[in-house]
């Protein structure tokens, strides 16, 4: 039996160390995804994209293995090889790969709630924390899920809880300055926005 943990982290660098976390504890690539927020157009189609550090693009490494979004990669790269730039309702631009950036992507014209908030639920997140998660993205997180063996998950939340936000401080945070729940149709945040939210929080750019 599987079940799906989730983790919100202020900056990619952060869930980036997640994910190679998850990757080392077992995790295999094709049940991990990341969605991170790109308002500030950290992750540019016209840089290079070497996070594994061997002097090759990722996103070629990735191309010349049929990565993509939904698609594990194999060799050290892991999931990271496959980022792509997406747009779901209510996020704008995002950098993603993985299982759960498909499902929003596919569930984006028709779910009532939006892409990540319908394929969060989907996936057995609570709706509370859905939206939060989402709102969380919205305002310059990046957000990792993995479905993992219900056996695994104390081992694994631990891994995830590294440099994590905590969900409930940050959601109540919102709400006192009149943040209900995530609305798709709501505009993106904007560059400005984003640097103030982490500013806010303590979150370093990236």
Request: proline share 3%; glycine share 14%.
């Amino acid at each position: 039996m599987t079940t799906t943990i989730s983790r919100l982290y202020d900056n990619y660098a952060e869930a980036q160390k997640a994910v190679q976390n998850l990757e080392a504890a077992g995790v295999p690539h094709s049940d991990i995804s990341i969605v991170s927020n790109n308002s500030d157009n950290w992750f540019s189609t016209d840089k290079k994209v070497d996070r594994d550090h061997d002097g090759v693009d990722d996103r070629a490494e990735g191309a010349g293995k049929g990565a993509g979004i939904g698609a594990g990669v194999g060799g050290a790269a892991g999931l990271l090889a496959g980022l792509g730039l997406l747009a779901i309702p209510g996020l704008g631009p995002v950098v993603a790969a993985g299982w759960l950036a498909a499902t929003a992507v596919g569930a984006a014209a028709g779910a009532a709630t939006g892409g990540i908030v319908g394929a969060l639920t989907e996936a057995g997140v609570s709706e509370e924390d859905a939206h939060s998660y989402a709102e969380g993205v919205r305002r310059g997180g990046t957000l990792v899920s993995a479905r993992v063996p219900e056996a695994d998950r104390s081992r694994l939340d631990a891994v995830l809880n590294q440099s994590a936000v905590n969900l409930r401080d940050r959601s109540a945070a919102w709400q006192k300055s009149g943040w209900k729940t995530f609305d798709p149709a709501s505009k993106p945040y904007g560059a400005d926005e984003v640097r103030k939210e982490r500013q806010l929080y303590g979150g370093s750019l990236r």
